[in-house]
């Protein structure tokens, strides 16, 4: 199995990505018929270097590299309604954050982007606490992300004003709240990885 | 009627307003929500970049601690609602989408069996309290105060087999708005996306999204714009300083979450709805559907001491 799939690898192209982003959990690529209708309702498409459209047919054709480079799954802002509207069935935003999984699975933290660290900060809090707290998310992907000191530096002065609105209208404490059986939380990240190295 | 509650993340921090209106609107109707206890972060839209699976299991963990308590967990921020609905319906699906989500939560000592249901706040005023109980509670009615009303991604999309609105022109919190005395004008951006995921990855997108909807809500003469999601509030409440001032222009518009309005109407005061939360100023509106007598009963604890002096 294995060989032949390697014999058909050609250009670059890997027949076996298209597999790879299914089990990642994006189901439904192989329905798509090209019809557009994701890329014809994305309200981040402008922004993006590929469209919805075409990265589902870059993932059929096994385009690896090219897809997991590409910015677009980063931009896409998960509002589903292009899956909502498809008239195949394709799981195209599970697509898309199925291809940010692998990105962060194979990038090195050198190279992180901003998205890349965005997602990888928001795990190592959900593990440390259990929950979510977004001043220390704010911060992390900022320091995390491989943009340089000057922009970082410029993007926090940035945020000051809406930190101060939030503490002017109490709108958090300055603690962030911890799951108590955190060992549960940590338990199900760790069964998690466990169960899909074996998959 | 008892609902386990899932308030989640958001809930507790940026938009503890949300909190605090949601739970008095139902005790104003005598619904009780329980808390989950001990509950943990459902995923938000950030696990799935780390596994699918992940994704799955977090608000697993929430799921199998709600069928302890109740038939019904409600969810007032659509991320946890979608996530809670979503583990939900895979375990449903077949016995070994059960099997492989309880292996996820071996040693924990949960197990899932995916037996309650997950309904949002706007599905339990509607469809099982009613708008006719709805409306014989109002003590304010808000004659006068025009509004659109913003659902954002989440509420009525993906693809779950339940849903209890329209997926292109939700109309729920629409007909609560009107029930409620308000007048709602028309708006084209009703599910558009605020951009709130990819807010601090990708700002530009996501400011140039939130603007959109709130130059289209400023150009139709709203007042206030009405939402239900703690994320969709953050961008166009918290964040409208910024963006007025990348694009020049004065928006100045309260967003309102609708168990405030809600309880706008019920005649709560607003110190416990959490209008003084909110970013943009919303006084000009609380002010004027203030409940009738408003001094001497600061102090009193019940909704119910209080409608009988309010009326
Ligand atoms: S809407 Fe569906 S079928 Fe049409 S191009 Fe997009 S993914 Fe393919
Ligand atoms: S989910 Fe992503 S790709 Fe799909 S329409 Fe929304 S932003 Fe575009």
Redesign the interface.
């Known amino acids: 199995m294995e060989d032949s799939y390697n014999k058909t690898a050609i250009n670059g192209l890997d027949p076996k990505f298209k597999f790879e982003v299914i089990q ?2 994006g189901e439904g690529l192989s329905a798509c018929y090209q019809c557009g209708t994701c890329t014809g309702g994305c ?2 498409v402008e ?1 993006m270097d590929y469209t919805p459209r075409q990265i589902i047919r870059m993932v059929s054709f096994g385009m690896r590299e090219k897809v997991l480079n590409a910015t677009a799954p ?8 292009c ?2 509207r498809c008239p195949r ?1 394709v799981k195209i ?2 697509i898309m ?2 291809i ?2 692998i990105s ?1 699975k194979y990038s090195n933290s050198s190279g992180n982007t ?2 890349q ?4 900060s ?2 190592e809090i ?1 593990y440390n606490l ?5 001043p220390m ?2 911060l992390k ?1 900022t320091f995390r992300s491989k943009e340089s000191f000057g922009y970082k530096i410029k993007y926090l002065t ?1 945020s000051v ?2 930190g101060i ?2 503490i002017k ?4 404490s300055m603690k962030p ?1 911890k ?3 955190i060992e ?2 940590q ?3 760790e ?3 466990k ?2 190295a074996k998959e | 009627m008892k609902y386990s509650y899932y308030p989640g993340c958001s809930l507790e921090s940026t938009s503890v307003e949300y909190d605090i209106s949601t739970r008095e609107v139902f005790k104003a109707f005598d619904l009780t929500l329980e808390e989950i206890p001990d509950w943990n972060c459902c995923g938000a839209s950030s696990a799935h970049s780390e596994s699918y699976l992940l994704s799955l299991a977090l608000p697993a963990r929430d799921l199998a601690k709600a069928e302890d308590i109740e038939s019904t967990v409600v969810a007032p921020c659509p991320s946890c609602y979608q996530n809670l609905k979503r583990v939900k319906e895979y375990v449903e699906k077949s016995i070994e989408n059960r099997d492989r989500i309880n292996k996820a939560l071996e040693g924990t000592g949960l197990k899932v069996e995916g037996k309650v249901a997950v309904k949002h706040p706007l599905d339990i005023l509607i469809n099982e309290l009613g708008l006719e109980k709805l409306a014989e509670k109002i003590k304010v009615p808000l004659e006068g105060l025009r509004v659109v009303t913003y659902y954002g991604c989440m509420i009525i999309r993906p693809d779950g087999s339940y849903t209890f609105d329209d997926m292109e022109n939700p109309m729920t919190m629409d007909r609560i708005t009107l029930t409620l005395g308000a007048s709602v004008l028309p708006f084209t951006r009703k599910t558009r996306c605020c951009g709130g995921p990819v807010m601090v990855n990708n700002e530009e997108t996501a400011l140039r999204l939130s603007y959109d909807i709130l130059k289209e809500a400023k150009e139709a003469d709203a007042q206030a714009i009405i939402v239900a999601c703690p994320l969709c509030h953050l961008s166009l409440d918290a964040k409208q300083p910024l963006i007025e001032k990348k694009y020049g222009d004065k928006v100045n518009l309260p967003i309102i979450y609708f168990t405030q309005l809600i309880g706008l109407a019920l005649g709560i005061p607003e110190e416990r709805l959490g209008f003084d939360k909110l970013i943009i100023d919303a006084s000009g509106i609380t002010a004027k559907y203030k409940p009738k007598k408003k001094k001497s009963n600061k102090k009193k604890t019940t909704a119910k001491a209080k409608s009988i002096t309010t009326h």
Do not use: W
């Not at chain 1, 980063?74 to 309604?81: E, G, P, Q, W």
């Open positions: 990642a959990g309200p981040s922004d980063f931009i896409c802002a998960s509002c589903y309604l899956q909502m069935d935003t599970d954050a199925a940010k999984s962060i901003r998205g660290a965005f997602y990888t928001f795990n959900v259990g929950r979510l707290f977004e998310l704010m992907a940035k004003p809406l609105e939030f209208h109490r709108k958090f709240k799951v108590e059986s549960e939380v338990k199900i990240y069964n998690v990885r169960m899909e």
